[in-house]
């Protein structure tokens, strides 16, 4: 069992930016792959950014590239993801998800989830 721990949303004007964090604990040394998706109301949940634990490979979806960095403190069990030039569009509840296996892109492939923090962007 993995248990993940996201914090880091909040409120934010258009253009602004906001750091999210999600801390992992359990049977953290069989991670493959950390991974963030969101989901905004009425939609259905998309793969944001995914990093691999050990070689620190980084995906992002094409929305994001550019303005978000995906990242990992493996010391502390930890991984970022620092959001720049903020969008309306950006707006949803962002997860922090867990992956044994290899990089995939869709929800159902991964192992453990957290509770999800809420992103929103103003105008």
């Known amino acids: 069992q993995v248990q993940l721990v996201e914090s880091g949303g909040g409120l934010v004007q258009a253009g602004g930016s906001l750091r999210l964090s999600c801390t992992a604990s359990?049977?953290?040394?069989?991670?493959?792959?950390m991974a963030w998706f969101r989901q905004a109301p009425g939609k259905q949940r998309e793969f944001v950014a995914g990093?691999?634990?050990?070689?620190?490979?980084?995906y992002y979806a094409d929305s994001v590239k550019g303005r978000f960095t995906i990242s990992r403190d493996n010391a502390k069990n930890t991984m970022y993801l620092q959001m720049l030039s903020l969008k309306l569009e950006d707006t949803a509840v962002y997860y922090c998800?867990?992956?044994?296996?290899?990089?995939?892109?869709?929800?159902?492939?991964?192992?453990?989830w957290g509770q999800g923090t809420q992103v929103t962007v103003s105008s």
């Open positions: 998800a867990v992956r044994y296996g290899a990089i995939y892109y869709g929800p159902g492939a991964y192992d453990y």
């Open positions: 359990g049977r953290t040394l069989s991670m493959n792959v």
């Open positions: 990093i691999t634990w050990s070689g620190g490979f980084t």
